[in-house]
C-alpha cells in the first residue's frame, strides 16, 4: 500500500514545495522592487550638483546588492554631495561627505533624509537668502542644527554621522565640520596625512541635548594642486584578508592606502579591497585644489621666521614685524595666525636692538 501510494504522495509533495518557492520568489521580487524604487529616489540626491568645476570626484559603493529585472543595482546608507555657494560676497566649495546609521533599506532612509533636508539648505541660500552678510561659521551652525531637528524625532532609531566641508574657492582656506565622522585626509605632494579635528558632537539623531558650546570648526588651507580625501568607516572596516576573520583596527592604513592611489578613487577603492573584504558601505569623495593664489600673509610670515631661525638680520627682523602688524591689523583670529605673530615679536624681545621690540 505504502509503494501504490508512494508516487502520488512524492508528486503532492513536489507540488507543494513549487508553489513554496514561487511563493518565496514572489516576496523576493516585491522586495527588491522596493530596494530599486528605493536606490532610484537615493540616487538623484547625492552627487557634484557643480559638475562643470571639475574638481570634485565621488565614488559610493553601498554593501547590499542587488538585481530586480535583470538590473543590477545597490543600497545603503552612504552618500556624497558637492556644490557652490556664495557667502559674504566669496564663492565656497561646498562637500558633503554623510553615513546614515544601518545598512540595505534603514541606511537608505536615513541617507535620503540627511540629503534632502541638506540639499533643500543649500537651495535656499542659492535662491532666497541674503547672504552677502553670512560667514561661513553661521551658515555650517545653521545646517547642522536644521539636521538635527530633523533626525531628533526619530527618537534614536535613525541617526548618522557626517563631515561637511567649505573651501574658498579662490584662497583655498578651508573650515570642517565633524560630526562623529572619520577624520578627512590631506594629500600633499603625495604625502598624506590627517586632518585631525576635534570632535564634540555626536551623530545627529541621538537624544542627548545640543548646546553651542559643543559646535566647533577646524580650519586648515589648501595650498595649489592639494587632494581633501572625504570618506565614510567602510575605508577601514574591512575583514583582513592575511587572516581568519580579524577586523581590520589600524585606521592609518587609509593614509597608506591614499598614497599608493595618487588621490584616484577607482585605485583607492582597490587598494583597499587588496587588504581585505569591505564589511560595509563605502563612500569616498576627493576635492582637488587647481586654482592659483598670491602667497597669504600668514605663510609670507611663515618663511620670514624660518629664516630667522637659522641667522638673526635687521632686514629679516623688520620685514616679519611689518607683516606681523598687518596681520594685527586685519584682525587676525586664527590660532596659527596668532601664534607667528607671538613668535616674532617674541625674537624680536632678544634681538640686541630693544627698539624693534616695540615696533
Not at 522592487?33 to 568645476?53: E, H, Q, V
Not at 546608507?77 to 533599506?105: F, P, T, W
Not at 600673509?297 to 620685514?319: F, H, M, W
Amino acid at each position: 500500500e505504502l509503494n501504490r501510494d508512494l508516487d502520488q504522495k512524492v508528486r503532492e509533495r513536489t507540488s507543494e514545495l513549487q508553489k513554496s518557492m514561487e511563493s518565496v520568489r514572489a516576496l523576493k521580487d516585491q522586495q527588491d522592487g522596493d530596494y530599486y524604487l528605493t536606490s532610484l529616489i537615493l540616487g538623484p540626491i547625492g552627487g557634484d550638483l557643480a559638475r562643470s568645476r571639475r574638481d570634485v570626484s565621488i565614488l559610493v559603493e553601498q554593501k547590499k546588492k542587488f538585481e530586480f529585472r535583470n538590473r543590477e543595482s545597490e543600497i545603503g546608507g552612504d552618500i556624497c554631495i558637492a556644490d557652490q555657494l556664495e557667502l559674504g560676497g566669496k564663492r565656497y566649495r561646498v562637500l558633503l561627505n554623510g553615513d546614515a546609521m544601518g545598512k540595505s533599506v534603514q541606511g537608505a532612509g536615513g541617507a535620503m533624509v540627511l540629503g534632502t533636508v541638506f540639499r533643500s539648505a543649500l537651495a535656499r541660500t542659492q535662491l532666497f537668502e541674503n547672504t552677502s552678510n553670512t560667514t561661513p561659521e553661521h551658515w555650517m551652525h545653521q545646517v547642522y542644527v536644521e539636521l538635527e531637528t530633523v533626525f531628533r524625532p526619530f527618537d534614536g532609531s535613525m541617526m548618522a554621522s557626517f563631515i561637511l566641508a567649505l573651501v574658498e574657492e579662490k584662497t583655498g582656506f578651508a573650515y570642517i565640520l565633524n560630526v562623529e565622522h572619520p577624520w578627512a585626509v590631506l594629500l600633499r605632494e603625495g604625502e598624506a596625512r590627517f586632518i585631525e579635528t576635534e570632535c564634540n558632537l555626536r551623530k545627529i539623531g541621538v537624544t542627548a541635548e545640543f548646546t553651542d558650546l559643543d559646535f566647533r570648526l577646524d580650519t586648515f588651507r589648501l595650498h595649489f594642486g592639494d587632494q581633501l580625501i572625504l570618506g565614510s568607516d567602510g575605508r577601514d572596516d574591512v575583514w583582513l584578508s592575511d587572516q581568519d576573520r580579524v577586523m581590520n583596527d589600524d585606521h592609518t592604513r587609509f593614509l597608506y592606502h591614499c598614497e599608493a592611489s595618487g588621490g584616484d578613487l577607482e585605485s583607492l577603492r582597490q587598494e583597499i579591497k587588496k587588504t581585505g573584504e569591505i564589511s560595509d558601505d563605502l563612500s569616498l569623495l576627493t576635492f582637488q585644489f587647481n586654482e592659483e593664489m598670491t602667497i597669504p600673509v600668514e605663510d609670507d610670515l611663515y618663511q620670514r621666521l624660518k629664516e630667522l631661525e637659522s641667522a638673526i638680520s635687521l632686514s629679516a627682523l623688520k620685514g616679519a614685524l611689518e607683516k606681523a602688524g598687518s596681520l594685527t591689523e586685519g584682525g587676525a583670529e586664527q590660532e596659527e595666525s596668532l601664534y607667528r605673530i607671538a613668535a616674532t615679536y617674541h625674537l624680536a624681545s632678544v634681538h640686541d636692538d630693544p627698539g624693534y621690540a616695540t615696533m
